[in-house]
């Protein structure tokens, strides 16, 4: 690893947004084991004060640039902290058609009677940890659900110069949608351009699999995270782990796709981490769980993940990544 022994926490309040991930000039130089306090917007843009600052499309904090990263290194990335910063969220109401059998239609559901901007709106309650919905009822009353912050869209700068919208997902991360991306979980990312250029945005206040109506309850947020550098080996695709498991992303259309790259590159990990290949598929045919991130915007994710309790009692031992 880049370690830097002056290590320092960096407080930055973005006044700009981009809604692609790509080459942008940075907004902050950081060494590895800096931590970072900042800000995101929602994925309308709107910030801590309900104010629309800059234009919608999952905008996006950065880039942060990490000094002495390199093509083909790793940049770890440690999500410390993430609260909304803000007392209303918003979420689409309807499931999106292609969620659904083919031909189903929901009557009303392009009525645009649902609030602002014909989404619906939650009470964030970070006091109590909660997201209440202002309306409709359900048949019992108010729908009050347990917060559980996730970032919903953070990555490295793509290769070849590349500027890619922020809707969707690929190698560097992007747009993925998992609810696993956490406080506590650390996401490793290929790095494809000096200094890494670290993007994160879309956060969410609460999310159900798949962001199966085309949002979480959007929010802005303020977010803190720990960056390391992994020189000497690279990945293929993202990988992150929490205290409980081990796990690789894959962000493809069709899903398919998506679950075969998210499960090569499991693969690929546990050989690094010393089993034989066939060990591995044998541990994986029985002891594989998957997750659905994203399956709205233009990459699917599919998440393959792998206990640590069942890694060691095989006798792996985990260095990471």
């Not at 902290?81 to 659904?100: E, F």
């Not at 109590?128 to 048949?139: D, Y």
């Amino acid at each position: 690893m880049y370690y830097n022994r002056d290590m320092k926490i960096h407080r930055f309040q973005p006044t700009e947004y981009h809604t692609t991930l790509g080459p942008h000039i940075s907004v902050l130089e950081i060494d590895g084991g800096d931590t970072v306090v900042t800000t995101t917007v929602d994925n309308a843009g709107r910030d801590a004060s309900d104010t629309e600052v800059t234009p919608r499309g999952n905008p996006q904090t950065g880039p942060f640039y990490v000094r002495g990263a390199a093509p083909g290194n790793i940049l770890a990335v440690r999500f410390d902290r993430i609260v909304p910063n803000r007392s209303i969220g918003r979420t689409r109401a309807y499931i999106a058609p292609h969620v659904l059998e083919a031909g189903y239609v929901e009557e009303g559901r392009r009525d645009g009677a649902q609030g602002h901007e014909g989404l619906l709106e939650w009470r964030i309650d970070t006091g109590a940890w909660t997201a209440e919905l202002l309306s409709p009822t359900f048949p019992a009353g108010t729908l009050t659900l347990p917060l559980d912050p996730m970032v919903g869209c953070f990555g490295t700068a793509p290769p070849r110069g590349q500027y890619i919208a922020s809707d969707t997902a690929s190698r560097y991360g992007g747009n993925m949608d998992y609810r696993g991306f956490r406080a506590g979980a650390t996401a490793y990312l290929p790095v494809f351009v000096e200094g890494a250029l670290f993007h994160l945005g879309d956060v969410h206040a609460l999310q159900g699999d798949g962001e199966i109506v085309g949002t979480g309850i959007e929010v802005s947020a303020e977010v803190e995270f720990t960056v390391h550098l992994i020189r000497g080996r690279g990945i293929n695709w993202p990988r992150a782990e929490n205290a409980d498991i081990i796990l690789t992303v894959g962000n493809a259309r069709p899903l398919d796709q998506a679950l075969q790259e998210a499960t090569t590159e499991m693969v690929r990990w546990l050989v690094e981490l010393g089993l034989e290949e066939k060990l591995a598929h044998i541990l994986l045919g029985q002891c594989v769980e998957y997750e659905v991130g994203n399956v709205f915007d233009p990459a699917y994710t599919m998440v393959c993940k792998v206990k640590k309790s069942l890694l060691e009692s095989v006798g792996l031992e985990l260095t990471l990544p």
